[in-house]
T-cell receptor, first 114, second 117 residues
Framework: KAGVTQTPRYLIKTRGQQVTLSCSPISGHRSVSWYQQTPGQGLQFLFEYFSETQRNKGNFPGRFSGRQFSNSRSEMNVSTLELGDSALYLC?????????????FGQGTRLTVV | AQKVTQAQTEISVVEKEDVTLDCVYETRDTTYYLFWYKQPPSGELVFLIRRNSFDEQNEISGRYSWNFQKSTSSFNFTITASQVVDSAVYFCALSDAGDTGRRALTFGSGTRLQVQP
């Protein structure tokens, strides 16, 4: 059974640009969550999608957005990139929404903003 | 508000030593879940265990064991006879169930474990 796949693995962008990250969950999983990991702030929740609807959102500015498609694949978008957006972005998939089932994480996308 | 504290930033042990990683949590809810994840250098978070607040039984899985004590709001993780492959960052996480089980994971700051050969 394939795990959670995140693409791309590494990305370098310039301040002011926008970026889209992709996450393919484990087959059959309908919930996808996104987390940002930085040395200063640690792991922070961005948002969760279930059945193409955003079910939960963390405390991030509106520049961070996401969506989920009918096949459960999810994308997150960050517009007007800032240096502080440099981070490892992790996607997690689970069978059900919330924490009723275990969350399995991908290897992440490491975004560097220069 | 939820909070998870992992006071040990970094621990270094020699192979075959036992090591305990501490986790203290705060929540106002009576129903919540606790987790441990391992993050190797590759970056992916590897799920180790999930425990709900009503199940205080300790758990053992091979060389891993977990001690959940509600009285002290702690969920500690012990690795017996550590191995070099155990070197990683370990995260403790908490989520309360809320009304619909929608609360996200709140992570501790992590403990970096270095196992020397």
């Amino acid at each position: 059974k394939a795990g959670v796949t995140q693409t791309p693995r590494y990305l370098i962008k310039t301040r002011g640009q926008q970026v889209t990250l992709s996450c393919s969950p484990i087959s059959g999983h309908r919930s996808v969550s996104w987390y940002q990991q930085t040395p200063g702030q640690g792991l922070q929740f961005l948002f969760e999608y279930f059945s193409e609807t955003q079910r939960n959102k963390g405390n991030f500015p509106g520049r961070f957005s996401g969506r989920q498609f009918s096949n459960s694949r999810s994308e997150m978008n960050v517009s007007t990139l800032e240096l502080g957006d440099s981070a490892l972005y992790l996607c997690a998939s689970s069978l059900e929404q919330g924490v009723r089932s275990e969350a399995f994480f991908g290897q992440g996308t490491r975004l560097t903003v220069v | 508000a939820q909070k998870v504290t992992q006071a040990q930033t970094e621990i270094s042990v020699v192979e075959k030593e036992d090591v305990t990683l501490d986790c203290v949590y705060e929540t106002r809810d009576t129903t919540y879940y606790l987790f441990w994840y391992k993050q190797p250098p590759s970056g992916e978070l590897v799920f180790l265990i999930r425990r709900n607040s009503f199940d205080e039984q300790n758990e053992i899985s091979g060389r891993y064991s977990w001690n959940f004590q509600k009285s002290t709001s702690s969920f500690n993780f012990t690795i017996t006879a550590s191995q070099v492959v155990d070197s990683a960052v370990y995260f403790c996480a908490l989520s309360d169930a809320g009304d619909t089980g929608r609360r996200a994971l709140t992570f501790g700051s992590g403990t970096r474990l270095q196992v020397q050969p």
